[in-house]
């Protein structure tokens, strides 16, 4: 501390002539001296003091910007809900839509194109609306009738054959072992293992186990539509399957299985009526057990 008052009294040239010597014996003398040497030549000017606050004042002050915790939090779910939203657009694009049709029941709808389809009991369709237009093509497990509008290509897929046309009304029927089409207006090409065929208004054909069978085409649309069940040649199983599909019920056949083929109709909406018919065609007799379950016995 004495140290620091002596060098500020040899500043202000204050020391007495004691106090000069013993100041400049001291080893930082030199020192100090120099820096007097090179900081005598600078001086400081007047201080004004307003203009220094108008300066102060005038200059635009960086706030730093406070964003709450809950608006983040909303923003972040804003962009969750979008993203949500996309991909739900992009499922509902590309994911694959289907049309069923219960046991009992019918179902119509409309395709993308405006083509109508009905679906008989049991059946269903499986098809995309991206890109309908350039790529009309579906997949059909049992039978349906279609009213197609016209357009590019139209293909009815199934896992026993493909239907392809262009503008039509036409039936398809793909059950077990059996692949059933019907043209009732226009063309349609038929394609089955090996074989193609052009059916046009009128005309029918039948794969059974591999064999092409020829049917005749009695209708201006299918009997079904009309809640009639029509036969051509069918066996006893055959025809009790699609009755439990028409009128969701279960049939046992308590009976040996005969080779008489059946060609007829049955009412859709009729049970006891269809079952009169059976029975009489097949000297079988129908026993109720309960609403939804028949057997028949041999008589």
């Known amino acids: 501390m004495k140290k620091n008052r002596l060098l500020a009294k040899w500043l202000n040239d204050d020391l007495s002539p004691d106090e000069l010597a013993a100041f400049e014996a001291s080893p930082d003398f030199e020192k100090y001296q120099k820096i007097k040497k090179y900081t005598a030549h600078l001086e400081a000017g007047d201080l004004d003091e307003n203009t220094m606050l108008s ?23 804003a962009a969750l809900f979008v993203m949500a939203l996309g991909i739900t657009f992009a499922i509902k694009a590309f994911a694959s839509n289907t049309e069923t049709a219960d046991f009992g029941k019918k179902t119509a709808f409309s395709l993308p194109d405006n083509s109508e389809v009905v679906l008989n009991s049991g059946s269903e369709i499986h098809f995309k609306k991206w890109n309908w237009d350039n790529n ?28 392809t046309v262009l503008g039509t009304q036409f039936n398809v029927k793909a059950r077990k072992n059996r692949f059933d089409v019907v043209c009732y207006e226009g063309r349609v090409k038929v394609n089955y293992s090996n074989i193609e065929i052009l059916l046009t208004h009128g005309q029918s054909v039948r794969f059974e186990n591999g064999k092409q069978v020829k049917i005749a085409v009695t209708s201006l649309q299918p009997e079904w539509m ?18 439990e599909r028409q009128y969701n019920i279960k049939i046992d056949l308590n009976a040996k299985d005969t080779i008489s083929l059946f060609t007829g109709k049955l009412p859709a909406k009729d049970l006891n ?27």
């Open 55 to 77: 300066t102060i004042l005038s200059q635009e002050k960086s706030v730093a910007k406070v964003v709450p915790l809950y608006k983040k939090w909303i923003f972040k779910a």
């Open 136 to 163: 009309r093509h579906l997949e059909l497990k049992g039978e349906a009738y279609f009213k197609v509008a016209k357009g590019k290509k139209f293909e009815v897929q199934t896992v026993l054959g493909k239907v």
């Open 226 to 243: 009309n809640n009639q069940i029509c036969f051509y040649k069918e066996n006893i199983r055959t025809i009790l399957d699609e009755v």
């Open 273 to 299: 009526t269809a079952l009169q018919i059976i029975g009489t065609t097949y000297h079988l007799e129908a026993r109720k057990l309960s609403n939804n379950r028949i057997i028949f016995d041999e008589k």
